[in-house]
């Protein structure tokens, strides 16, 4: 996931390592939580995936049941615009989105916690 601004895109996960975004942690736990239902059902797909579409169509056993089955398994499971190919990589990009959004949260409590001291400071010297 990228966001883009200045002429350029930049990785998500590069902006909030930087600090440069904060998710209010409400939000950004029912975000993170969507996530985690998309990828929870990923992992469904591909377990069904490698359960049944991968598995060997019954074509009997004869050379040209063999060449098909094997061509078959070879698209559901091995090439590169494979269902399991392309579920496997979306469903990287939605951990390491997950993963930025905890970040993203972390980010926030931590600035609230820096001001909160700062405040606490200004408020300590200012009432005495």
Avoid: C
Avoid at 10 to 31: M, N, R
Avoid at 33 to 52: G, H, M, P, T
Avoid at 79 to 89: D, G, H, K, N, R
């Amino acid at each position: 996931m990228y966001i883009v601004g200045d002429n350029d895109a930049v990785p998500l996960k590069d902006t909030v390592s930087s600090g440069q975004v904060q998710l209010d942690p409400d939000a950004g736990e029912e975000l993170r939580k969507q996530f985690q239902a998309q990828i929870d059902q990923v992992d469904s797909w591909l377990e069904r995936a490698n359960n049944s579409i991968a598995r060997p169509a019954p074509l009997g056993a004869n050379p040209v049941g063999d060449k098909m089955r094997d061509k078959f398994t070879h698209r559901a499971e091995g090439e590169q615009y494979s269902f399991v190919s392309v579920m496997t990589a979306y469903r990287t990009v939605l951990e390491q989105t997950k993963n930025s959004i905890v970040e993203a949260i972390e980010n926030f409590t931590r600035l609230d916690e820096e001001q909160q001291t700062e405040l606490k400071k200004h408020m300590g010297t200012t009432g005495a």
